[in-house]
Protein backbone atom coordinates (compact mmCIF):
# COMPACT_ATOMS: atom_id res chain seq x y z
CA UNK A 1 0.00 0.00 0.00
CA UNK A 2 1.82 3.13 -0.93
CA UNK A 3 0.91 6.70 0.54
CA UNK A 4 -1.35 9.19 -0.55
CA UNK A 5 -1.58 12.78 -0.07
CA UNK A 6 -5.48 14.33 0.88
CA UNK A 7 -5.23 16.93 -1.37
CA UNK A 8 -8.06 19.27 0.69
CA UNK A 9 -5.95 19.57 3.93
CA UNK A 10 -2.24 19.62 1.85
CA UNK A 11 -1.04 23.24 2.67
CA UNK A 12 1.02 22.93 -0.44
CA UNK A 13 4.59 23.42 1.19
CA UNK A 14 6.69 20.87 -0.67
CA UNK A 15 8.22 19.79 2.34
CA UNK A 16 7.29 15.76 1.12
CA UNK A 17 8.82 16.40 -2.44
CA UNK A 18 12.02 17.25 -1.32
CA UNK A 19 12.27 14.34 1.43
CA UNK A 20 11.05 11.50 -0.80
CA UNK A 21 13.69 8.71 -2.12
CA UNK A 22 11.72 7.80 -4.74
CA UNK A 23 11.06 11.06 -6.66
CA UNK A 24 7.49 10.18 -6.06
CA UNK A 25 5.96 13.52 -5.11
CA UNK A 26 4.30 16.36 -7.60
CA UNK A 27 2.95 19.59 -7.81
CA UNK A 28 -0.29 19.06 -9.18
CA UNK A 29 -2.51 22.33 -9.09
CA UNK A 30 -1.37 24.08 -5.97
CA UNK A 31 -1.12 20.72 -4.00
CA UNK A 32 1.17 17.54 -3.87
CA UNK A 33 0.39 14.36 -5.27
CA UNK A 34 2.22 10.46 -4.67
CA UNK A 35 2.78 8.69 -7.67
CA UNK A 36 1.56 5.09 -6.26
CA UNK A 37 3.68 3.39 -9.12
CA UNK A 38 7.13 5.05 -7.39
CA UNK A 39 6.23 4.73 -3.92
CA UNK A 40 8.01 2.19 -1.98
CA UNK A 41 6.49 3.41 1.98
CA UNK A 42 10.38 4.30 2.53
CA UNK A 43 11.17 0.26 3.03
CA UNK A 44 15.09 0.26 2.75
CA UNK A 45 15.56 3.80 2.88
CA UNK A 46 14.55 5.05 5.87
CA UNK A 47 12.73 3.73 9.35
CA UNK A 48 9.96 5.90 8.51
CA UNK A 49 8.00 6.93 5.57
CA UNK A 50 9.65 10.48 5.19
CA UNK A 51 5.71 12.38 3.72
CA UNK A 52 4.24 11.48 6.83
CA UNK A 53 7.34 12.19 8.99
CA UNK A 54 7.87 16.25 7.37
CA UNK A 55 4.28 16.68 6.88
CA UNK A 56 3.37 19.93 8.93
CA UNK A 57 -0.38 18.93 8.47
CA UNK A 58 -1.39 15.45 10.70
CA UNK A 59 -2.82 12.39 8.86
CA UNK A 60 -2.72 14.26 5.43
CA UNK A 61 0.25 11.95 4.22
CA UNK A 62 -1.79 8.26 4.46
CA UNK A 63 -1.24 4.76 3.66
CA UNK A 64 -3.83 3.95 0.34
CA UNK A 65 -5.58 1.25 1.25
CA UNK A 66 -7.43 0.64 -1.90
CA UNK A 67 -4.13 -0.62 -3.19
CA UNK A 68 -1.73 -3.49 -2.55
CA UNK A 69 1.44 -3.44 -0.24
CA UNK A 70 4.44 -2.53 -1.91
CA UNK A 71 7.01 -5.50 -2.08
CA UNK A 72 10.51 -4.58 -1.91
CA UNK A 73 12.62 -6.83 -4.06
CA UNK A 74 14.74 -9.82 -3.18
CA UNK B 1 6.70 36.82 35.22
CA UNK B 2 6.87 39.47 37.29
CA UNK B 3 6.76 42.61 34.94
CA UNK B 4 7.27 45.13 37.73
CA UNK B 5 10.34 43.92 39.14
CA UNK B 6 11.95 44.20 36.04
CA UNK B 7 10.80 47.43 35.00
CA UNK B 8 12.14 49.02 38.57
CA UNK B 9 15.20 47.18 38.03
CA UNK B 10 15.87 49.00 34.14
CA UNK B 11 14.42 52.28 35.70
CA UNK B 12 17.27 51.96 38.45
CA UNK B 13 20.22 51.51 36.15
CA UNK B 14 19.10 54.51 34.21
CA UNK B 15 18.92 57.21 37.21
CA UNK B 16 19.42 60.60 35.69
CA UNK B 17 23.08 61.67 36.16
CA UNK B 18 24.14 64.70 34.37
CA UNK B 19 27.74 63.59 34.05
CA UNK B 20 26.72 60.25 32.27
CA UNK B 21 24.64 62.79 29.94
CA UNK B 22 26.94 64.53 28.72
CA UNK B 23 28.87 61.76 28.04
CA UNK B 24 26.31 59.84 26.18
CA UNK B 25 25.81 63.35 24.11
CA UNK B 26 29.53 63.48 23.47
CA UNK B 27 29.62 60.15 22.14
CA UNK B 28 26.93 61.07 19.77
CA UNK B 29 23.85 59.10 21.44
CA UNK B 30 24.60 55.32 22.32
CA UNK B 31 21.92 52.50 22.52
CA UNK B 32 19.75 54.11 24.93
CA UNK B 33 19.46 55.57 28.01
CA UNK B 34 20.52 52.55 29.86
CA UNK B 35 23.95 52.07 28.36
CA UNK B 36 26.14 49.44 29.78
CA UNK B 37 29.92 48.39 29.16
CA UNK B 38 29.11 45.02 27.56
CA UNK B 39 27.27 45.87 24.26
CA UNK B 40 28.69 45.00 21.21
CA UNK B 41 28.24 48.25 19.26
CA UNK B 42 25.36 50.84 18.80
CA UNK B 43 23.97 49.10 15.63
CA UNK B 44 20.66 50.00 16.04
CA UNK B 45 20.62 53.72 17.16
CA UNK B 46 21.69 56.63 15.02
CA UNK B 47 24.88 57.26 13.87
CA UNK B 48 27.86 54.99 13.53
CA UNK B 49 28.10 55.24 16.82
CA UNK B 50 31.12 53.06 18.52
CA UNK B 51 30.91 50.52 15.80
CA UNK B 52 33.82 49.80 14.04
CA UNK B 53 33.80 51.03 10.52
CA UNK B 54 33.43 47.33 9.12
CA UNK B 55 30.20 46.52 10.88
CA UNK B 56 28.41 50.39 10.23
CA UNK B 57 29.04 49.72 6.55
CA UNK B 58 27.16 46.55 6.80
CA UNK B 59 24.32 48.06 8.57
CA UNK B 60 24.02 51.28 7.71
CA UNK B 61 21.62 50.97 5.10
CA UNK B 62 19.92 47.79 6.28
CA UNK B 63 16.75 48.57 7.58
CA UNK B 64 16.53 45.45 10.40
CA UNK B 65 19.85 45.46 11.93
CA UNK B 66 19.50 49.53 12.50
CA UNK B 67 16.59 51.25 13.51
CA UNK B 68 17.67 54.63 12.65
CA UNK B 69 17.91 53.15 8.49
CA UNK B 70 14.60 51.71 8.53
CA UNK B 71 12.71 55.07 8.50
CA UNK B 72 14.85 55.47 5.51
CA UNK B 73 15.78 52.38 3.82
CA UNK B 74 13.80 49.22 2.48
CA UNK B 75 13.75 45.54 2.32
CA UNK B 76 12.06 42.88 0.60
CA UNK B 77 11.23 39.45 1.11
CA UNK B 78 10.62 36.45 -1.53
CA UNK B 79 8.70 33.64 -1.01
CA UNK B 80 10.91 31.07 -2.40
CA UNK B 81 11.20 28.59 0.72
CA UNK B 82 7.40 26.93 1.34
CA UNK B 83 8.92 24.29 3.06
CA UNK B 84 9.79 23.76 6.58
CA UNK B 85 11.36 20.82 8.92
CA UNK B 86 10.02 22.21 12.30
CA UNK B 87 6.81 22.59 13.90
CA UNK B 88 6.05 25.26 16.10
CA UNK B 89 2.99 25.99 18.44
CA UNK B 90 2.91 29.66 17.15
CA UNK B 91 2.52 28.55 13.83
CA UNK B 92 -0.13 27.26 11.46
CA UNK B 93 1.44 25.92 8.08
CA UNK B 94 -2.14 26.85 6.55
CA UNK B 95 -0.94 30.07 6.28
CA UNK B 96 2.22 31.64 6.51
CA UNK B 97 4.29 31.31 10.08
CA UNK B 98 1.53 33.70 12.21
CA UNK B 99 4.55 35.18 14.15
CA UNK B 100 7.19 35.81 11.50
CA UNK B 101 5.31 36.77 9.14
CA UNK B 102 1.87 38.22 9.16
CA UNK B 103 -1.45 35.79 9.98
CA UNK B 104 -4.04 35.09 7.79
CA UNK B 105 -2.51 35.72 4.08
CA UNK B 106 -0.44 33.00 2.24
CA UNK B 107 2.25 34.54 0.38
CA UNK B 108 2.90 34.15 -3.19
CA UNK B 109 5.36 30.88 -4.35
CA UNK B 110 8.10 32.13 -6.26
CA UNK B 111 10.46 30.05 -8.60
CA UNK B 112 13.79 31.40 -8.29
CA UNK B 113 13.98 32.55 -11.50
CA UNK B 114 10.56 34.96 -10.57
CA UNK B 115 12.23 35.71 -7.37
CA UNK B 116 15.22 37.55 -9.13
CA UNK B 117 12.78 39.44 -11.66
CA UNK B 118 10.82 40.29 -8.88
CA UNK B 119 13.90 41.95 -6.86
CA UNK B 120 14.91 43.32 -10.22
CA UNK B 121 11.22 45.02 -10.82
CA UNK B 122 11.09 46.50 -7.25
CA UNK B 123 14.96 47.66 -7.04
CA UNK B 124 14.39 49.56 -10.34
CA UNK B 125 11.00 50.68 -8.70
CA UNK B 126 12.14 51.14 -4.85
CA UNK B 127 15.31 52.70 -5.30
CA UNK B 128 15.63 52.74 -1.27
CA UNK B 129 15.33 48.90 -1.35
CA UNK B 130 18.82 47.63 -0.02
CA UNK B 131 18.42 44.17 1.25
CA UNK B 132 16.32 41.52 -0.07
CA UNK B 133 15.94 38.82 2.86
CA UNK B 134 14.94 35.17 2.80
CA UNK B 135 12.55 34.19 5.29
CA UNK B 136 10.42 31.54 4.14
CA UNK B 137 6.63 31.41 4.19
CA UNK B 138 9.01 28.08 5.51
CA UNK B 139 12.69 27.52 6.46
CA UNK B 140 15.28 29.11 3.78
CA UNK B 141 17.96 26.36 4.72
CA UNK B 142 14.87 23.48 4.31
CA UNK B 143 14.73 24.71 0.92
CA UNK B 144 18.24 25.07 0.32
CA UNK B 145 18.32 24.41 -3.61
CA UNK B 146 15.39 27.41 -4.25
CA UNK B 147 17.38 29.71 -1.42
CA UNK B 148 20.53 29.67 -2.93
CA UNK B 149 19.65 29.76 -6.35
CA UNK B 150 17.73 32.88 -5.76
CA UNK B 151 20.92 34.51 -4.25
CA UNK B 152 22.85 33.30 -7.13
CA UNK B 153 21.13 35.06 -9.47
CA UNK B 154 20.06 38.26 -7.87
CA UNK B 155 24.06 38.64 -6.79
CA UNK B 156 24.86 38.38 -10.37
CA UNK B 157 21.99 41.37 -11.81
CA UNK B 158 22.16 43.40 -8.66
CA UNK B 159 25.32 43.43 -7.53
CA UNK B 160 24.47 46.44 -4.68
CA UNK B 161 21.57 44.32 -3.08
CA UNK B 162 22.71 42.95 0.24
CA UNK B 163 21.60 39.60 1.09
CA UNK B 164 20.28 38.19 4.05
CA UNK B 165 18.40 35.29 5.56
CA UNK B 166 16.28 34.39 8.49
CA UNK B 167 15.85 30.07 9.76
CA UNK B 168 14.96 28.19 12.96
CA UNK B 169 18.67 27.10 12.55
CA UNK B 170 18.26 23.43 12.57
CA UNK B 171 19.98 23.02 9.50
CA UNK B 172 22.51 26.05 9.92
CA UNK B 173 26.02 24.41 10.29
CA UNK B 174 25.55 22.23 7.33
CA UNK B 175 25.31 25.69 5.55
CA UNK B 176 27.32 28.55 7.08
CA UNK B 177 30.31 27.73 4.63
CA UNK B 178 27.90 28.50 1.57
CA UNK B 179 26.32 31.08 3.88
CA UNK B 180 29.90 32.82 3.65
CA UNK B 181 30.70 31.94 -0.03
CA UNK B 182 27.14 33.92 -0.88
CA UNK B 183 28.76 37.18 1.00
CA UNK B 184 25.68 36.59 2.92
CA UNK B 185 26.11 39.21 5.61
CA UNK B 186 23.53 39.09 7.87
CA UNK B 187 21.37 35.55 9.59
CA UNK B 188 18.47 35.98 11.29
CA UNK B 189 18.11 33.02 13.87
CA UNK B 190 15.33 32.12 15.79
CA UNK B 191 16.09 31.16 19.66
CA UNK B 192 13.22 31.10 21.91
CA UNK B 193 15.13 28.76 24.26
CA UNK B 194 18.02 27.65 25.54
CA UNK B 195 16.22 24.51 27.49
CA UNK B 196 15.05 21.64 25.96
CA UNK B 197 11.97 21.66 29.14
CA UNK B 198 10.77 24.89 28.03
CA UNK B 199 11.61 23.86 24.12
CA UNK B 200 9.58 21.15 24.81
CA UNK B 201 6.36 23.44 25.12
CA UNK B 202 6.96 25.48 22.18
CA UNK B 203 8.34 22.63 19.52
CA UNK B 204 5.96 19.49 19.25
CA UNK B 205 8.59 17.91 16.96
CA UNK B 206 11.13 18.44 14.36
CA UNK B 207 12.55 16.91 11.51
CA UNK B 208 16.09 16.07 11.12
CA UNK B 209 18.47 13.12 9.67
CA UNK B 210 14.93 11.96 8.39
CA UNK B 211 13.38 11.23 11.00
CA UNK B 212 10.84 13.04 12.82
CA UNK B 213 11.74 13.68 17.19
CA UNK B 214 9.60 15.49 19.53
CA UNK B 215 9.66 16.02 22.87
CA UNK B 216 12.57 17.34 24.92
CA UNK B 217 15.11 15.26 22.62
CA UNK B 218 13.61 17.58 19.51
CA UNK B 219 14.36 20.70 21.62
CA UNK B 220 17.46 19.78 22.50
CA UNK B 221 18.71 19.18 19.11
CA UNK B 222 17.06 22.30 17.73
CA UNK B 223 18.97 24.10 20.35
CA UNK B 224 22.05 22.28 20.03
CA UNK B 225 22.03 22.86 16.02
CA UNK B 226 21.15 26.78 16.54
CA UNK B 227 24.06 27.59 19.23
CA UNK B 228 26.38 25.87 16.99
CA UNK B 229 25.26 27.60 14.00
CA UNK B 230 25.34 30.65 15.48
CA UNK B 231 29.04 30.14 16.96
CA UNK B 232 30.05 29.57 13.46
CA UNK B 233 28.24 32.74 11.96
CA UNK B 234 30.06 34.82 14.12
CA UNK B 235 33.43 33.20 13.81
CA UNK B 236 33.05 33.96 9.94
CA UNK B 237 31.97 37.37 10.40
CA UNK B 238 28.61 37.12 9.60
CA UNK B 239 26.48 39.42 11.32
CA UNK B 240 23.59 37.35 13.26
CA UNK B 241 20.69 38.66 14.94
CA UNK B 242 18.51 36.80 17.31
CA UNK B 243 14.51 36.46 17.04
CA UNK B 244 12.92 35.46 20.20
CA UNK B 245 9.02 35.22 20.44
CA UNK B 246 8.03 36.60 23.83
CA UNK B 247 5.61 34.25 25.30
CA UNK B 248 3.99 34.88 28.65
CA UNK B 249 4.11 32.08 31.16
CA UNK B 250 6.73 29.76 29.06
CA UNK B 251 9.89 31.83 27.75
CA UNK B 252 8.96 35.17 28.99
CA UNK B 253 11.37 35.02 32.19
CA UNK B 254 13.82 32.80 30.03
CA UNK B 255 14.19 35.16 27.60
CA UNK B 256 17.04 36.80 29.22
CA UNK B 257 19.03 33.74 29.79
CA UNK B 258 18.60 33.54 25.75
CA UNK B 259 19.78 36.95 25.83
CA UNK B 260 23.05 36.20 27.60
CA UNK B 261 24.09 32.65 25.59
CA UNK B 262 23.07 34.53 22.29
CA UNK B 263 25.42 37.65 23.17
CA UNK B 264 28.20 35.32 24.33
CA UNK B 265 28.01 33.43 21.33
CA UNK B 266 28.72 37.19 19.42
CA UNK B 267 24.90 37.45 18.37
CA UNK B 268 24.97 41.74 16.87
CA UNK B 269 21.38 41.99 17.56
CA UNK B 270 18.31 40.61 19.66
CA UNK B 271 14.75 41.30 18.39
CA UNK B 272 11.73 40.35 20.99
CA UNK B 273 9.08 40.25 19.46
CA UNK B 274 5.37 39.67 20.94
CA UNK B 275 3.50 36.79 20.31
CA UNK B 276 1.08 36.99 17.72
CA UNK B 277 -2.24 34.15 18.93
CA UNK B 278 -5.39 34.14 18.46
CA UNK B 279 -8.16 31.57 18.14
CA UNK B 280 -8.79 32.43 13.84
CA UNK B 281 -4.81 31.92 13.47
CA UNK B 282 -5.62 27.88 14.26
CA UNK B 283 -2.02 27.81 16.04
CA UNK B 284 -2.16 25.37 19.13
CA UNK B 285 -1.13 28.54 21.57
CA UNK B 286 -4.37 30.51 19.38
CA UNK B 287 -6.35 27.44 20.25
CA UNK B 288 -5.62 27.26 23.45
CA UNK B 289 -5.75 30.58 24.36
CA UNK B 290 -2.29 31.42 25.27
CA UNK B 291 -1.93 35.03 26.06
CA UNK B 292 -0.11 37.56 24.08
CA UNK B 293 2.22 39.65 26.25
CA UNK B 294 0.75 43.68 26.48
CA UNK B 295 3.09 46.55 25.18
CA UNK B 296 4.47 47.19 28.40
CA UNK B 297 5.26 43.63 29.42
CA UNK B 298 7.32 43.73 26.18
CA UNK B 299 9.08 46.67 26.79
CA UNK B 300 9.82 45.87 29.99
CA UNK B 301 11.32 42.93 29.00
CA UNK B 302 13.23 44.77 26.47
CA UNK B 303 14.58 47.04 28.67
CA UNK B 304 15.84 44.03 31.44
CA UNK B 305 17.77 42.59 28.07
CA UNK B 306 19.35 46.31 26.61
CA UNK B 307 22.53 46.32 29.52
CA UNK B 308 23.66 43.34 27.68
CA UNK B 309 23.02 43.89 23.94
CA UNK B 310 21.53 45.86 21.56
CA UNK B 311 17.77 45.27 21.34
CA UNK B 312 16.00 45.61 18.03
CA UNK B 313 12.53 47.70 18.75
CA UNK B 314 11.22 47.93 15.43
CA UNK B 315 10.60 44.85 13.62
CA UNK B 316 6.94 44.77 12.26
CA UNK B 317 6.98 40.51 11.95
CA UNK B 318 6.60 40.86 8.26
CA UNK B 319 5.34 38.70 5.87
CA UNK B 320 7.72 36.27 3.81
CA UNK B 321 6.95 38.28 0.57
CA UNK B 322 6.99 41.62 2.06
CA UNK B 323 7.99 44.80 0.25
CA UNK B 324 8.83 48.26 1.01
CA UNK B 325 9.33 50.30 4.34
CA UNK B 326 9.26 48.52 7.16
CA UNK B 327 5.65 49.21 8.57
CA UNK B 328 4.80 49.64 4.64
CA UNK B 329 3.40 47.03 2.46
CA UNK B 330 4.13 47.11 -1.51
CA UNK B 331 4.19 43.66 -2.29
CA UNK B 332 0.30 44.05 -3.83
CA UNK B 333 2.43 46.66 -6.57
CA UNK B 334 4.20 43.65 -7.41
CA UNK B 335 2.31 40.50 -7.76
CA UNK B 336 4.33 37.70 -10.05
CA UNK B 337 1.81 38.48 -12.84
CA UNK B 338 2.52 42.28 -12.62
CA UNK B 339 6.37 41.73 -12.31
CA UNK B 340 6.33 39.50 -15.37
CA UNK B 341 4.99 42.13 -17.58
CA UNK B 342 7.13 44.72 -16.54
CA UNK B 343 9.91 45.98 -18.96
CA UNK B 344 12.41 46.24 -15.76
CA UNK B 345 15.98 48.55 -16.64
CA UNK B 346 17.98 47.99 -13.44
CA UNK B 347 20.02 51.23 -12.98
CA UNK B 348 22.46 51.13 -10.74
CA UNK B 349 23.68 54.78 -11.07
CA UNK B 350 20.08 56.14 -9.84
CA UNK B 351 20.11 54.09 -7.10
CA UNK B 352 23.34 54.89 -6.07
CA UNK B 353 22.28 58.60 -6.60
CA UNK B 354 19.12 58.37 -5.03
CA UNK B 355 20.85 56.81 -1.78
CA UNK B 356 22.88 59.73 -1.79
CA UNK B 357 20.55 61.79 -1.29
CA UNK B 358 19.28 60.02 1.26
CA UNK B 359 22.52 60.05 3.15
CA UNK B 360 22.68 64.35 3.26
CA UNK B 361 19.04 63.88 4.66
CA UNK B 362 20.30 61.53 7.27
CA UNK B 363 23.17 63.59 8.26
CA UNK B 364 20.67 67.03 8.29
CA UNK B 365 18.91 65.55 11.11
CA UNK B 366 21.14 63.60 13.28
CA UNK B 367 22.67 67.43 13.07
CA UNK B 368 18.97 68.95 14.15
CA UNK B 369 18.80 66.24 16.84
CA UNK B 370 21.97 66.64 18.32
CA UNK B 371 21.68 70.63 18.16
CA UNK B 372 18.48 70.54 19.86
CA UNK B 373 19.51 67.65 22.67
CA UNK B 374 22.81 70.24 23.52
CA UNK B 375 19.98 72.48 25.58
CA UNK B 376 18.40 69.60 27.23
CA UNK B 377 21.74 68.66 28.49
CA UNK B 378 20.91 71.11 31.52
CA UNK B 379 17.80 70.03 32.34
CA UNK B 380 17.89 68.22 35.13
CA UNK B 381 14.44 66.25 35.99
CA UNK B 382 13.95 62.23 36.29
CA UNK B 383 10.79 61.99 34.31
CA UNK B 384 10.40 59.26 31.84
CA UNK B 385 7.79 59.18 28.95
CA UNK B 386 6.56 57.99 26.40
CA UNK B 387 5.15 59.91 22.92
CA UNK B 388 3.65 58.32 19.73
CA UNK B 389 4.46 59.44 16.41
CA UNK B 390 2.71 59.65 13.26
CA UNK B 391 4.80 59.20 10.17
CA UNK B 392 5.35 57.93 6.59
CA UNK B 393 9.06 57.20 6.88
CA UNK B 394 12.05 59.64 6.74
CA UNK B 395 12.19 60.69 9.87
CA UNK B 396 9.72 63.04 9.54
CA UNK B 397 6.63 63.90 11.79
CA UNK B 398 4.77 63.59 8.07
CA UNK B 399 1.69 61.53 8.25
CA UNK B 400 -1.91 62.29 9.00
CA UNK B 401 -3.88 60.93 12.35
CA UNK B 402 -6.18 59.23 10.40
CA UNK B 403 -4.24 57.97 7.49
CA UNK B 404 -1.59 56.52 10.09
CA UNK B 405 -1.44 52.26 10.09
CA UNK B 406 1.07 52.35 13.19
CA UNK B 407 2.74 54.88 15.18
CA UNK B 408 6.19 54.70 16.08
CA UNK B 409 6.73 55.06 20.00
CA UNK B 410 9.97 57.18 21.34
CA UNK B 411 10.37 57.16 24.96
CA UNK B 412 11.60 60.95 26.08
CA UNK B 413 14.29 62.00 29.10
CA UNK B 414 16.69 64.22 29.32
CA UNK B 415 18.89 61.46 27.85
CA UNK B 416 17.01 61.95 24.51
CA UNK B 417 14.59 60.34 22.46
CA UNK B 418 14.78 56.85 22.03
CA UNK B 419 12.69 54.81 19.38
CA UNK B 420 11.61 52.18 21.64
CA UNK B 421 8.65 50.25 19.52
CA UNK B 422 5.63 50.95 17.28
CA UNK B 423 1.87 50.13 17.64
CA UNK B 424 0.27 49.30 14.88
CA UNK B 425 -3.80 50.61 14.33
CA UNK B 426 -6.29 50.03 11.61
CA UNK B 427 -7.04 52.79 9.39
CA UNK B 428 -9.01 55.45 11.25
CA UNK B 429 -9.90 57.37 8.39
CA UNK B 430 -11.85 54.93 6.46
CA UNK B 431 -15.29 57.54 6.27
CA UNK B 432 -18.80 56.93 7.02
CA UNK B 433 -18.83 54.44 9.49
CA UNK B 434 -16.74 52.95 12.36
CA UNK B 435 -15.35 55.91 12.88
CA UNK B 436 -15.99 55.56 17.32
CA UNK B 437 -14.58 52.10 16.99
CA UNK B 438 -11.70 52.91 15.31
CA UNK B 439 -10.41 55.97 16.89
CA UNK B 440 -11.11 53.80 20.79
CA UNK B 441 -8.45 51.42 19.22
CA UNK B 442 -6.00 53.81 18.61
CA UNK B 443 -6.16 55.30 21.97
CA UNK B 444 -5.94 51.62 23.21
CA UNK B 445 -2.88 51.33 21.22
CA UNK B 446 -1.22 54.18 21.90
CA UNK B 447 -2.44 54.38 25.86
CA UNK B 448 0.97 54.61 27.17
CA UNK B 449 1.64 57.85 25.62
CA UNK B 450 1.52 61.36 26.56
CA UNK B 451 0.96 62.95 23.19
CA UNK B 452 0.82 61.49 19.86
CA UNK B 453 3.00 63.99 17.05
CA UNK B 454 1.14 64.11 13.84
CA UNK B 455 1.42 66.29 10.72
CA UNK B 456 -2.49 67.25 10.54
CA UNK B 457 -5.36 65.70 12.36
CA UNK B 458 -9.57 66.64 12.84
CA UNK B 459 -11.28 68.30 15.40
CA UNK B 460 -12.98 64.96 16.32
CA UNK B 461 -10.37 62.93 16.84
CA UNK B 462 -8.14 65.78 18.81
CA UNK B 463 -10.69 66.32 21.33
CA UNK B 464 -11.22 62.72 22.48
CA UNK B 465 -7.60 62.39 22.20
CA UNK B 466 -7.53 65.03 24.94
CA UNK B 467 -10.32 63.52 26.80
CA UNK B 468 -7.94 59.98 26.84
CA UNK B 469 -5.28 62.41 28.21
CA UNK B 470 -3.04 62.18 25.36
CA UNK B 471 -2.00 65.07 23.72
CA UNK B 472 -2.45 65.62 20.51
CA UNK B 473 0.70 67.64 18.76
CA UNK B 474 0.58 69.31 15.29
CA UNK B 475 3.27 72.01 15.66
CA UNK B 476 5.93 69.80 14.15
CA UNK B 477 4.26 68.97 11.31
CA UNK B 478 6.77 67.80 8.21
CA UNK B 479 9.60 68.38 11.15
CA UNK B 480 12.27 65.86 12.06
CA UNK B 481 11.15 63.44 14.65
CA UNK B 482 13.69 63.32 17.55
CA UNK B 483 14.60 67.13 16.93
CA UNK B 484 10.80 67.83 18.10
CA UNK B 485 9.90 65.56 20.41
CA UNK B 486 12.93 66.73 22.20
CA UNK B 487 11.84 70.36 21.89
CA UNK B 488 8.62 69.33 22.73
CA UNK B 489 9.20 67.57 25.92
CA UNK B 490 11.61 70.21 26.82
CA UNK B 491 8.46 72.62 26.96
CA UNK B 492 6.73 69.57 28.81
CA UNK B 493 9.54 69.47 31.56
CA UNK B 494 9.23 73.93 32.02
CA UNK B 495 5.25 73.62 32.27
CA UNK B 496 6.06 70.85 34.92
CA UNK B 497 8.75 72.78 36.84
CA UNK B 498 6.49 76.02 36.66
CA UNK B 499 3.17 74.03 38.16
CA UNK B 500 1.10 74.58 35.03
CA UNK B 501 0.66 71.04 34.44
CA UNK B 502 1.62 67.79 36.79
CA UNK B 503 3.36 64.52 35.85
CA UNK B 504 1.17 61.91 35.69
CA UNK B 505 2.23 58.15 34.81
CA UNK B 506 -0.10 56.67 32.18
CA UNK B 507 -1.89 53.38 31.80
CA UNK B 508 -1.14 49.78 29.29
CA UNK B 509 -1.57 50.02 26.17
CA UNK B 510 -2.34 46.84 23.91
CA UNK B 511 -0.28 45.18 21.25
CA UNK B 512 -2.75 44.36 18.16
CA UNK B 513 -3.41 40.85 17.04
CA UNK B 514 -5.06 41.05 13.99
CA UNK B 515 -3.53 40.48 10.33
CA UNK B 516 -2.44 43.28 8.46
CA UNK B 517 -4.25 42.18 4.97
CA UNK B 518 -4.02 45.26 2.94
CA UNK B 519 -1.38 46.98 1.12
CA UNK B 520 -3.62 49.97 0.33
Not at chain 2, 37 to 49: D, F, L, M, N
Not at chain 2, 257 to 280: Q, T, W, Y
Not at chain 2, 450 to 470: D, M, T
Amino acid sequence: MPFKIIASQCSGCSACELECPNVAISEKGGTFVIDPKKCTECIGHFDEPQCVAVCPVDNTCVVDTSLPRYQARA
Amino acid sequence: MDVSALDEASLAGSAVDIGETMQAIAEHKGCGASGGSGKASCGSQAGQGDLPTEIWEKVKNHPCYSEEAHHHYARMHVAVAPACNIQCNYCNRKFDCANESRPGVVSEKLTPEQAAKKVLAVASTVPQMTVLGIAGPGDPLANPKKTFKTFELVAKAAPDIKLCLSTNGLMLPDHVDTIARFKIDHVTITINMVHPEIGAKIYPWIFYNHKRHTGLEAAKILNDRQLQGLEMLTERGVLCKINSVMIPGINDQHLVEVNKAVKSRGAFLHNIMPLISAPEHGTVFGLNGQRAPTAQELKALQDACEGEMNMMRHCRQCRADAVGLLGEDRSAEFTTEKVMAMDVNYDLQMRKAYQAKVEEERVVKVAAEQEELAELASEMSDIKLLVAVATKGTGLINEHFGHAKEFQVYELSTTGAKFVGHRRVDHYCRGGYGQEESLATIIRAINDCHAVFVAKIGGCPKSNLLKAGIEPVDQYAHEFIEKSAIAWFKSYLAKVQSGEIQHVERGEAAIRQGALISAA
